[in-house]
């Protein structure tokens, strides 16, 4: 079996019992209280900054320590984690993916592998048993959509259910590189709550200056882009329209309203239907800036093999207008299809 076949999951696999096996694997109690600690955290300095308000406006040194530390962390998680390291959308040199995979793990959603086997299983199960985060899966009981809102959200992240790494990202774990980066999480989360702080420190020379950008460049600016990254599990499975033909069961939709803040990954609708695909907003006016970073390191000459999907692959991937909106027993191979 080929290291992509492994990652080809339509199912889940059969025991020798006959018994089907389960795609997750329980969570240890520290690791709970690790889940806890990083969402708390962020939450409670939106909290802190709510209340400094009264005393004070961020300043200027705030708000852009904020938006570059925003733009390098979600890029890191978009364009590294999720469109090289999951859906391999391009080959990157050993610097490229190193740089991404330290970006990505200073955004506080959690270590590089573990993230994408989850991410993998979404795919494999999408709107399914199996998946770890659809808001679709309680169907019939009360309160269920809003119910499927806060799981598809945040409350998976809760539940005690981690994802193998070993079955979903053995490429992952076999690469030195990444392993190391996956142990260090927890010290670069410090690093990215010291280092604006230390920043703020050092060019206002001043406590209340090194406060300021450690709530809001730190704390407030983790807890937007942990929420803006839910919001494409949550939002982008419920609300929007889907222009591009899934699977049946696969509710994934383009929902607008988060183009700037998921910095394009709300163009889910198309990165369901074609998951290997570089860009996720393909047509007029979808921003997608994690598309043009890459491009951006394509012409820099850093990045090759990039997966841009041609006119006629996107033309055919469109609901016809017959109202055919899903291929019925289709395989997706998140990795192969360009
Ligand atoms: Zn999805
Ligand atoms: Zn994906």
Redesign the pocket.
Known sequence: MTAASTLVETRPKSTSAGAVASPEVPLGRIQVAVTLLILLGPFVGVIAAAISLLGRFPTILDIVLAVVFYAITGHGVTAGY?RLF??RSFHATRTVKIVLALAGSLAFEGAVIGWVAN?RR??AYTDRIGDPHSPHLGAGRPWSQLRGALHAHIGWLLQGQSTDVKRWAPDLASDPDLVLIDRLFPFLCIVSLGGPTLIGWAVTGTASGALGAFIWAGLVRVFVLQHATFAVNSACHMWGSRPFTTRTSDRATNFAPLAVFSMGENWHNL??SL?RSARHGVDRGQLDSTARLIRLLELGGLISDVHWPSPETLDARRVSESGLHALAGQTID?RERT
Do not use: L, Q
């Open positions: 999720h999951a859906h991410h979404h795919h990165h369901h998951p998140f």
